[in-house]
């Protein structure tokens, strides 16, 4: 175990070091910076135009989106290599390459990219949310605290699902995997709507497809003391624990599935 | 080389990236899957925030809730059109070296990298977009797209779409001879293809932006990627605004294309072809 760790290090760190050699690398920061902060442009601006929804203002969206976005932030950041798995690995027949090593395949494919600007990503996350909750006047306790930790953490470990999943499919299809894109980057938009409004249909496919409401607004619900049961904001970790040891079933089987595919 | 021999290249190049596209049709449909289900992601917002915020009636622009509800499906069906990365083929030859073998041919390398992208994007793309917006057509009243007002409507918004994928290809095209040169990374170029696609319309309709932007927003050339053909589908812009706006982005593709001719002749003057 410690030293699958280690390589795992090792790994993100040559990842990094050769990110690096490129003269505009630092650009890539700016990118991602980029990215982010327009992101949740279209709210902000719709907020501006049509004022707030009965009680719902910009800070409320903004505190549920940015756990969302933080915690696929983190995912993508420590698991990257599994989002890349399906074109970079699987089609290339790199992957037959993994299989001999005598290593967790789980941590050689996980650690197989890292870019460092995708940290720029639960970072800001991080900060949106601290200014979401200045803005409501929830003081920060170490019970929220707590509670919004859980929230990142069992969000990064559903979106790290999410990736194992795509992975663990992509031994099937191998290609036409567009539609994966609906679990991660479109997934967190579902955030901007704001929850008492959601179509019902779209409510259960988010909680119980894809915990997605479990891991962002049901612990700004608790920490914000919004009237839900106080006990649902502590289900994001079960909730992303659950969805990543399904998906690691469904890598299992795929694995055991694979025959080599490119030259 | 010749006018004539160029052209019947290009023809050629344009045919066999179609037939390439078209091979993978279920990543067509995977595609529409995603369009369609982002475009009622957006409707469900929009309606929210028309039906029960404060301002919800607002309309002192010009855009109501169907037209909004059309813009969504129309600038979905156009978002094929943008890039969201260089040419995948085209990219490879840059990373790899094989620039240096596209130079030996004897055909100008922005020409024949023009048509090969703006082949390959509207090899499977154009089905996608046919798709989402026939689902449009079919979703039950209240998310469903609207009819253009009248026939000049749909002239114009027609003419617009090809010109679109003119300034498309063109913007494309300045974005990959900024990216011949290797050693800066994807950083710029990615930037450069956010800025364009948040631009265009497709992110948010360019007229819910705030006032005091709408003439920026006008005369920047990416609202021609999609902005303006859907506003003269749902009649927010009048037929007579069409001349203008397909002017506009006329003059914009020339610009780009002139812009990237340029820069791509002396990136090559001075071109280190990397890797072997």
Redesign the interface.
Known sequence: MIAEGKIYFKYLRMHLLSGMEYKGWWLMLIQVLIVVVSDPIATILLFSRFGNIGEWTVAHIILVYSLAVASFGLAESLCRGFDYFPWHLLRSGDFDRLLLRPRSLFVQVAASRFHLHRLVRPVTGICAAGWALGELGVPLTPGRLGILVMALAGGCLMYCGVFVLTSGLAFFTIKGLDWIYLLTNASYQITRCPEPYMPRALKSVFSFVLPMLFISFYPAATVCGWEYPQWLGFLSLPAGAVFLGLSLLVWRIGVRHYKSTGS | MNFRNTCRACSSLFRIRMAEGLQ?R??A???T??GV??AL?EC??FT???T?????S?NNNGLSLPQTISYVWLAQGLFVLQSMSIDSEIMGKINNGDVGIELCRPMNLYTHWFVKSSAGKLGTSWIRSLATVITGLLMPAGYALGKPPSLTALFCFLLSVVMAFLLCSAFAMLVTAIRLNI??????T??LL??SG?LSGT??PLR???DFMQTFLYLQPFGGFADIPVQLYIGSMAPAAALPGIGLQLIWSLLFIAAGRLIMKRKLNSIIVQGG
């Open positions: 993978y279920v990543s449909i995977s595609g899957v995603v289900f982002w992601l469900v917002l929210v925030f028309y029960y915020s404060e301002n919800g607002w050693s800066w990374g994807d950083g710029p990615y930037m956010l800025v948040i992110y948010l819910l932006w705030p």
